[in-house]
T-cell receptor, first 113, second 114 residues
Framework: DAKTTQPPSMDCAEGRAANLPCNHSTISGNEYVYWYRQIHSQGPQYIIHGLKNNETNEMASLIITEDRKSSTLILPHATLRDTAVYYCIVRVAGGNQGGKLIFGQGTELSVKP | GAVVSQHPSWVICKSGTSVKIECRSLDFQATTMFWYRQFPKQSLMLMATSNEGSKATYEQGVEKDKFLINHASLTLSTLTVTSAHPEDSSFYIC??????????FGPGTRLTVL
């Protein structure tokens, strides 16, 4: 699976959009971009994933560049409860690994009042 | 929605004893589950893949005789830390894939070995 690079930390004002970048320059054509987050002392939570088209759900939006070498997770109106470590992971969906995820260091997002 | 539970949520044990951690998928079946370990201020490290009906697959550097994994049923995997020592103190997290795209994580088990 391709490696990812994320900034170690970011701050965001409550109510503003949080834009979390991720570089994955060695991504393969069949690898998806997944985002998870981990609130302190809890298990990770799935946020969103995509292949090449932009995706949106009730939690966030995922913007993937045309060359797929980077992506941005957008939390449109960050709240204090969005304070967490956000992980960008690239992997092949399905396959015989059945869901194996390799976590990098992630970005620690602090949402401030 | 789909939920994965872990039991216990925290455990304290004496050095040299064994500790069993359970991971259950509550409303879906999982032929595969994953076990991770997380030390303070660090990311999750995949330890092993638990396979229903066959042996677990361990990641490089993880001692299979120390971390025993049993996938007893389609909804239950257990991790037993044998002869635990203080350096095994960590946050252990399991996960189960609901589909090829969606994976759910348990809330984690905090192990402290005295």
């Amino acid at each position: 699976d391709a490696k990812t690079t994320q900034p170690p930390s970011m701050d965001c004002a409550e109510g503003r959009a949080a834009n979390l970048p991720c570089n994955h320059s060695t991504i393969s054509g069949n690898e998806y971009v997944y985002w998870y987050r981990q609130i302190h002392s809890q298990g990770p939570q799935y946020i969103i994933h995509g292949l090449k088209n932009n995706e949106t759900n009730e939690m966030a939006s995922l913007i993937i560049t045309e060359d797929r070498k980077s992506s941005t997770l957008i939390l449109p109106h960050a709240t204090l409860r969005d304070t967490a470590v956000y992980y960008c992971i690239v992997r092949v969906a399905g396959g015989n690994q059945g869901g194996k995820l390799i976590f990098g260091q992630g970005t620690e997002l602090s949402v401030k009042p | 929605g789909a939920v994965v539970s872990q039991h216990p949520s925290w455990v304290i044990c004496k050095s040299g004893t064994s500790v069993k951690i359970e991971c259950r998928s509550l409303d879906f079946q999982a032929t595969t589950m994953f076990w991770y370990r997380q030390f303070p201020k660090q990311s999750l490290m995949l330890m092993a893949t638990s396979n229903e009906g066959s042996k677990a697959t361990y990641e490089q550097g993880v001692e299979k005789d120390k971390f025993l994994i049993n996938h007893a049923s389609l909804t239950l995997s257990t991790l037993t830390v044998t002869s635990a020592h203080p350096e095994d103190s960590s946050f252990y997290i399991c996960s189960a894939p609901l589909s090829t795209d969606t994976q759910y994580f348990g809330p984690g088990t905090r192990l402290t070995v005295l």
